[in-house]
């Protein structure tokens, strides 16, 4: 069985820095892209960017370069997005998902989701 | 914001039918495929269409997807109160080198 496993909930403080981990299991996991995408309260999913734990290639949108780093270690499945410095608006449910199964960029396999909150 | 548009609203009576469109451009729509997901409050984003019109395992056939030129349709026909959600088309977008997903469309069941 696919399974996309993410980190839990954090609470962070502006200016703090941030890594949370998306571990997959039941498939290949060198074999496929891993994307991530926010949730802010009350709002809709935007796609931050993809990393294809094969080779650790990035690609990353536009609106989120530079604001995040994606990184994988494949030795234990597991991908992951960190913030160097947290503000405010970073505060949203961040989903992993597993991108191109299908061939396209279909996202067919979603973590359950990390609620990450940034207050002073 | 969104480069692709959906109605933020559209809602039926149980055993109805609802369509939900998704408009783009030729950047991403015209010339990508599209998906669709459904998305319950505090649960995981769900894959329900890929490559326009295809369905994954386990998903019913009540669901259904299309495209013409630069817009997309999701379908659900015998609507249930468990589908009541959030929808959102998604595709790539060759002038961003991004992924984009919809604006999203809640589903009410009356």
């Known amino acids: 069985e696919v399974q996309l496993v993410q980190s839990g909930a954090e609470e962070k403080k502006p200016g703090e820095s941030l890594k949370i981990s998306c571990k997959g299991s039941?498939?290949?996991?060198?074999?496929?892209?891993i994307g991530w995408v926010r949730q802010m309260p009350g709002k809709g999913l935007e796609w931050l960017g993809i990393?294809?734990?094969?080779?650790?290639?990035?690609r990353y949108s536009p609106s989120f370069q530079g604001q995040v780093t994606m990184s994988v270690d494949k030795s234990i499945s597991t991908a992951y997005v960190q913030w160097s410095s947290l503000r405010a608006s970073d505060t949203a449910m961040y989903y992993c998902?597993?991108?191109?199964?299908?061939?396209?960029?279909?996202?067919?396999?979603w973590g359950q989701g990390t609620l990450v909150t940034v207050s002073s | 914001q969104s480069v692709l548009t959906q109605p933020p609203s559209v809602s039926a009576a149980p055993g109805q039918k609802v369509t939900i469109s998704c408009s783009g451009t030729?950047?991403?729509?015209?010339?990508?495929?599209v998906s669709w997901y459904q998305h319950l409050p505090g649960t995981a984003p769900k894959l329900l269409i890929y490559?326009?019109?295809k369905r994954p395992s386990g998903i019913p056939d009540r669901f259904s997807g299309s495209k013409s030129g630069t817009s997309a349709t999701l379908g659900i026909t015998g609507l249930q109160t468990g589908d009541e959600a959030d929808y959102y088309c998604?595709?790539?977008?060759?002038?961003?080198?991004?992924?984009?997903f919809g604006t999203g469309t809640k589903v009410t069941v009356l």
């Open positions: 998902a597993r991108q191109g199964f299908y061939g396209d960029h279909e996202a067919d396999y």
């Open positions: 039941g498939y290949i996991f060198t074999s496929y892209w």
């Open positions: 990393i294809f734990p094969g080779d650790s290639e990035t």
């Open positions: 030729s950047s991403n729509i015209g010339n990508n495929y």
């Open positions: 490559d326009n019109n």
């Open positions: 998604g595709t790539w977008d060759s002038s961003l080198s991004a992924y984009v």
